[in-house]
């Protein structure tokens, strides 16, 4: 029986990297990848059009693995992502698809974490590098990295790097790398400065364009028409109707984001902004609560929310509705995923009206539109998340490692494996998820006690 034409298996790929797919699960490729993997590895350039969550990472990871010789330890990898949490993920994604070859290093450069680190482990040599275009920049201009062999680029999430005006940073980085390379660019939306860049640094490239679109059923998208008095007060009307466990909602700017999160802890929410004037470490505690269902909304602007992968999602709320619907269509995919249903739930004033009608082309069918009046409290009391998260100064700097916190919770204070959630160790901080009920009492326990030997400093993170 011959295999399907979106199975792995067709790919010109070797035994090892074969087994390795197989392993993880990779059987069936998914549209994005059956369309660009192809041309990818017979070294065309690309420009692929997708929505996160398509398996774009797993479409340029194993073209650039394809091209690599790990016999030859310099760089010839490079991935350019827009923000330090979306360079992490696609490290780690890498990592699991280099496993088939012995010894490739991928190494992460961003910025919000120390230089120092990051020129040590450049001192000892790389295959494949994945950061930001500043903190690129800033290496090859210190002269801790060369790009001289380099074979792939890739540019990820181009449309928000873009956006976060990282034109010039791009171009700088790809003026050091070889002209004889392969380029792969992956964006969700086509702003013309994608053509711009296209026509500057791309040979000849291949378009390929995944339709934005989402199986009919998978969301439950709803509309409602408020005024600019209704709109704050709504949000909190829909959270207390539907009481989804977590929730992402999109505002058009900051300040908005702002309003919105003062307006829902006003009303008992736990709520957290997220957006481009918080500190990385702040950043980084927003994102840990939200993942570790510690805060149960998380309010964000778009390009804020760019590299965010939460796993089931229960709902997006559009607080205002995006001018670009390509945006629109990218933010309500981030619920309904993996086979699950999502709820998609969008305000519109009258001025928006015109923004509506360009999602509904793109879509291709009407909105669904309820009345404000038929959102009534379903009961329960305020929404509150199940999980508080306790932050312990001390992370991989001091060799802690999750099991380590898990062993101190579990076996030295008692708690069952059910009363503690996700760990995440930074490289300074140590974040876990405990039940919100028994936090404070935990949080104190922990302090008095030994992590590794250790004394910690431990306190609950509260809004």
């Not at 559009?318 to 999502?342: K, M, Y």
């Not at 519109?348 to 038929?374: C, F, K, T, Y």
Request: aromatic share 4%; net charge neutral.
């Amino acid at each position: 029986m011959t295999a399907p034409a979106t199975s792995f298996s067709t790919l010109p790929l070797g035994p090892a990297v074969q087994a390795n797919l197989q392993r993880l699960g990779y059987l069936e490729m998914t549209a994005i990848q059956a369309a660009s993997l192809p041309p990818a590895l017979l070294g065309k350039d690309i420009i692929a059009q997708a929505k996160t969550g398509s398996g774009k990472t797993a479409a340029f990871a194993l073209a650039l693995l394809a091209n690599l010789n790990a016999r030859r330890f310099a760089v010839q990898s490079l991935v350019l992502c827009p923000t330090r949490e979306l360079a992490d993920q696609v490290t780690t994604e890498v990592r699991r698809l280099a496993r088939a070859e012995d010894n490739i290093k991928v190494v992460t450069l961003v910025g919000g974490v120390p230089l120092r680190g990051q020129l040590a482990t450049l001192e000892h040599g790389a295959h494949v590098v994945v950061g930001t275009p500043g903190r690129v920049l800033d290496h090859l201009q210190r002269g801790s990295l060369q790009l001289d062999a380099v074979n792939t680029l890739v540019l990820d999430e181009a449309d928000r790097m873009l956006d976060m005006g990282f034109f010039e940073e791009i171009a700088g980085v790809i003026r050091l790398c070889p002209p004889q390379r392969q380029t792969l660019l992956f964006s969700a939306t086509y702003p013309e400065e994608i053509d711009r860049l296209a026509a500057q640094f791309m040979r000849e490239p291949l378009t390929v364009k995944v339709e934005a679109q989402h199986a009919a059923g998978q969301i439950d998208q709803r509309w409602y028409e408020v005024t600019e008095a209704q709109r704050l007060p709504a949000v909190g009307k829909l959270l207390a109707h539907f009481r989804p466990d977590s929730t992402l909602a999109f505002c058009n700017t900051k300040a908005r984001c702002r309003e919105l999160v003062e307006a829902l802890r006003a009303r008992g929410f736990s709520a957290l902004a997220l957006h481009g004037d918080l500190e990385q470490r702040d950043r980084d505690q927003v994102l840990v609560r939200f993942a570790n269902r510690s805060c149960s909304v998380l309010v964000a602007t778009d390009v804020a929310a760019r590299g965010l992968d939460i796993a089931s999602l229960a709902a997006v709320i559009s607080v205002d509705v995006s001018p670009d619907a390509e945006v629109h269509i990218h933010r309500i995919g981030r619920t309904g995923r993996a086979g699950e249903t999502g709820l998609a739930l969008c305000l519109a004033s009258l001025d928006e009206m015109g923004s509506v009608g360009r999602i509904e082309q793109l879509q291709n069918r009407p909105s669904e539109w309820h009345p404000l009046a038929e959102l009534t409290p379903a009961g329960g009391g305020p929404l509150k998340p199940a999980m508080a998260t306790l932050h312990i100064q001390g992370g991989r700097k001091e060799k802690i490692r999750p099991g380590d916190v898990l062993g101190a919770l579990t076996k030295d204070l008692g708690l069952t494996r059910e009363q503690v959630g996700k760990i995440d160790v930074n490289e300074f901080s140590t974040y876990v998820a405990v039940q919100g009920a028994i936090a404070q009492d935990v949080a104190k326990r922990l302090g008095a006690a030994r992590i590794k030997g250790k004394a910690v400093k431990v306190r609950v993170l509260e809004d």
